[in-house]
C-alpha cells in the first residue's frame, strides 16, 4: 500500500502530538513520585519508619524520577530527530 511522503507541516503536527504526550508521561511519572511520597509521609506518621528512612525514600524516589523523565526527553528528542529528517 503506497504511503504518500510526509509533508513539512505534517511533520511539525506530528512533532507537536510527540510532545504532548511526552509531556502526559512526565505527569504520570510526577503523580506516582507524589503518591509514593505521600505513602512515605504516611508511614512516618504511624511511626513504621524512621524520619532518616522517609528522607532517603525521598531522595531514591527523586533519583527514579529523574531518570525517567531523562529517559522521556532522550526518547522525544529521537522521535523529533526522525520525524523533522527529510
Do not use: C, F, H, W
Not at 503506497?2 to 502530538?17: D, G, I, Q
Request: charged share 45%; net charge negative.
Amino acid at each position: 500500500l503506497p504511503m504518500p511522503a510526509l509533508t513539512e507541516e505534517n511533520r511539525r503536527e506530528l512533532t507537536k502530538v510527540a510532545r504532548g504526550e511526552a509531556e502526559n508521561i512526565r505527569v504520570a511519572i510526577r503523580n506516582i513520585r507524589r503518591e509514593a511520597n505521600s505513602e512515605l509521609k504516611e508511614y512516618r506518621t504511624e511511626k513504621e519508619i524512621t524520619e532518616d528512612e522517609e528522607r532517603r525514600g525521598n531522595e531514591m524516589i527523586q533519583r527514579l524520577t529523574d531518570q525517567r523523565i531523562a529517559e522521556v526527553d532522550k526518547v522525544l528528542e529521537v522521535k523529533e530527530a526522525d520525524l523533522l529528517e527529510i
